[in-house]
Structures are given as C-alpha cells and as structure tokens.
C-alpha cells in the first residue's frame, strides 16, 4: 500500500549517478497524487508517464524543452530535493533556487576554513596540488598563481600540439569574444560548460558559490575554483578537438564544444567527479 501511494512501483528513472542526480527533458514535471509525476515526449528517458521517488534523489536537473508546476516546486521544497535548470547534458547552469540537502555540515566546513587564513590558503594550495601534479612549497598565494600561470600557458601549447591545432596564444576580448581565433574562441565556450558543470556540482551539495579559496571577486568563485581544477582533463581536450573540426567549416565551433562537453560529461562523469573533489577538498566524503 505504501510503495503504490508513493509511486515507487511505477518509478524506472536511474539515478544519473551514485550521489542521487537525475537528469529530465523535453517534458513536463508536476504532482499527481501526492508524487512528481514526469510526463515526456522522449529524450533523456522514453517517452512515457513517469513517478519519480523523489525521497531518495538529492538534486532534479531539468534540461531543454521541459516545464516545472508550483506544486512540483512545493513537494520539492519541502523535501529538500535540488533543482537546477540546465542545459544538454549540463553544458550550461542557468538557475538553481536554493532547495537542497537539509544538512548543512559542508557549508559551515567550507565557511569556517575560508575565514581562517591558516586554513584558506591551505585549501588553495590542495587545489593547486591537484592542477600542477606535485604539492609546492609556497605560502603565499600570489606565488602559487604565478607559478600556476606559467603551467597554464605551456599546457594550451601542449594541448594544441596533440591536436594538431595552431597555437599563437591565448587572446581573449570580453567586448568582442568572436573576433579571436577558432581555438581561443572554443577555449572560451570550453570553459564556460565547464563552469555550468561545476555550478550544478557545487549546487548539488549546498556549498557556497562565493566563497572561493583561489578565485575571489567573484559570486561565483568557488565555482571558478571547482572549474580550473578540470582544464587540463576536460577544458582543453574538448576545446582543442572542437577547433580542429570547426576549422572544416562545416559547424560553428560554439555547437560543436558544446556537443563535445555533453559527451564528454556523459562519458566520464564529470560533474559526479566534481561532486567527489569538493568533498575530498573538504574532508567531508561522507556528506551528502
């Protein structure tokens, strides 16, 4: 009687991955009898009439072509169950209201290490481990981003040389983003799905996006950190690739990077990995 009032008889959605993320489009997710109901016309699923047991998910990405009721939003608010809206394959993060995970362990650990300075740079430099290889012995921030820098700059070289693409540098102009060339240009939308998959990511476990430990300004720092920890693996293969084949001409090289990341993505679960690096990063691998 319970199983069929809370609809887990007719459930058949996978989880996207084990940190309970499931992935829904072109359809429209609502209530029907005390349960979300996702009613589509086929894409990520089949198409069909579907129950999703919403007690056991922890976050609803809902992509292109789909619809959200009030009610829907109710149920999920008062369950704690995340919702983002997200582009194909999460290529892009475009709001994520702030339901979430009823614990609030990660983001007072993230806080309370980002108001010690001790701690705060010590943070940074675990990150900066992971991006150059090796753990250096610098304190001082200012340092280790010069140091990063170099590293950044010789690994666009090296990616392009795997690729076979032309590489006179990084040029980048935020007031005319399409007047540089076709690999700077896909590096630009490259790091932009990139940064879409970190902010579901840090969505996902209610951590706070402004509080970054290498980025700063920004209200999206902690975001931008979580990103740059994925360049060298994801970034640059998927921005490199995509030149090379904008360069025939036959696509715009922004489908084409796009395309690229969602298979990318899919294939090598990124954003799950992204999940599991901010919990490492905090120590906290049993948070959810």
Known sequence: MLKGRLGLDAARIPHGDRHGLIWLDRGELSVADGCLRFVTAGGALASGDYRIPYQAISMILLGPGSSVTHDALRLMARHGVGLAAVGEDGVRCYTAPPLGPDRSDLARRQARVWADEAARVSIA??????????????????????????????????AAGRFGVTWTGRHYDRAAPDSADLPNQAINHAATAVQAAAAIAVASVSALPQLGFIHE????????????????????????????????????????????????????????????????????????
């Open 217 to 288: 300004d920004s209200d999206q720092s902690f975001v931008l950190d979580i990103a740059d920890l994925f360049r060298e693996s994801v970034t640059l293969p998927v921005a490199f690739a995509s030149a090379k084949e904008a360069a025939k001409g036959q696509e715009t090289v922004d489908r084409l990077v796009r395309r690229r990341a969602g298979r990318t993505f899919r294939e090598r679960a990124v954003i799950p990995s992204m999940i599991d690096k901010i919990k490492e990063l905090f120590e906290m691998a049993e948070c959810r």
């Open 125 to 158: 430099r675990r990150m900066y481990a992971w991006r150059l290889g090796e753990v250096l012995p610098h304190q001082d921030i200012a340092v280790l981003r010069g140091i990063e820098g170099a590293h950044v700059k010789a690994s666009y070289k090296l």
